[in-house]
């Protein structure tokens, strides 16, 4: 672990060189420093190197500890408060009531894995889209008229999304039966 902690602050040099992640390090003043380009940046240009999916991670200038989870909850925060949020109020409860309880790690499987689906399936639509659209004019807007319109293309993407969701639910729910998660609750048991 010490060896993390010295590699992580001697610099990005080695990871860069290494082919690993890009190391941002996190001073007390609250400042973010990019190792590679030897310049200090801020959560914008963070949010930058998530879209552009960009390998990296956030470390405490001091201690080394992985900082990566908190800064892009941080960006999550900004993005939620400013604009038109993602999440409504209830479903961030629901997503709170999830802490402490024993469907925790499922339920964060389950969201990881469907999140990677759905972005599969934008993919796949923005494949589809091309020649239809200029990707640099097309708004926010015109990806809602395009998601719910009922044309056989969507009914088709969105069909398969909806199908790989269910069987991801009806995976993690074998996993849970198989192992005996909850025994005593129906459907739950462990038995098939």
Same mark, same amino acid.
């Given at each position: 672990m010490a060896s993390n902690r010295r590699s992580a602050s001697s610099g990005g040099a080695d990871a860069a060189a290494a082919g690993g992640p890009r190391v941002l390090k996190k001073y007390p003043n609250r400042r973010l420093y990019d190792t590679r380009t030897s310049s200090y940046i801020?959560?914008?240009d963070v949010k930058r190197m998530v879209l552009d999916g960009d390998t990296f991670e956030v470390r405490d200038a001091k201690t080394g500890?992985?900082?990566?989870?908190?800064?892009?909850?941080?960006?999550?925060?900004?993005?939620?408060?400013g604009g038109v949020p993602m999440f409504s109020t209830q479903t961030l409860a629901q997503i709170i009531r999830f802490y402490?309880?024993?469907?925790q790690g499922v339920m964060g499987s389950y969201?990881?894995?469907?999140?990677?689906?759905?972005?599969?399936?934008?993919?796949?639509?923005?494949?589809q889209?091309?020649? !239809?659209y200029d990707? $640099? %004019?097309?708004?926010?807007?015109?990806?809602? *008229? =395009?998601?719910? /319109?009922?044309?056989?293309?969507?009914?088709?993407?969105?069909?398969n999304? !909806?199908?790989?969701? $269910? %069987?991801?639910?009806?995976?993690?729910?074998? *996993? =849970?039966?198989? /192992?005996?998660?909850?025994?005593g609750m129906?459907?739950?048991t462990g038995k098939k």
């Open positions: 801020t959560l914008a500890d992985d900082l990566t989870r908190s800064i892009l909850l941080q960006i999550i925060l900004e993005e939620e408060t402490g309880h024993a469907m969201l990881e894995k469907n999140m990677q689906a759905f972005a599969e399936l934008q993919t796949r639509l923005a494949e889209a091309k020649g !239809l990707p $640099k %004019t097309f708004t926010p807007e015109m990806w809602t *008229q =395009m998601l719910t /319109g009922q044309g056989p293309l969507m009914q088709g993407l969105m069909g999304y !909806l199908e790989q969701s $269910k %069987t991801l639910f009806s995976q993690i729910q074998d *996993q =849970m039966q198989a /192992g005996g998660l909850f025994p129906p459907g739950f």
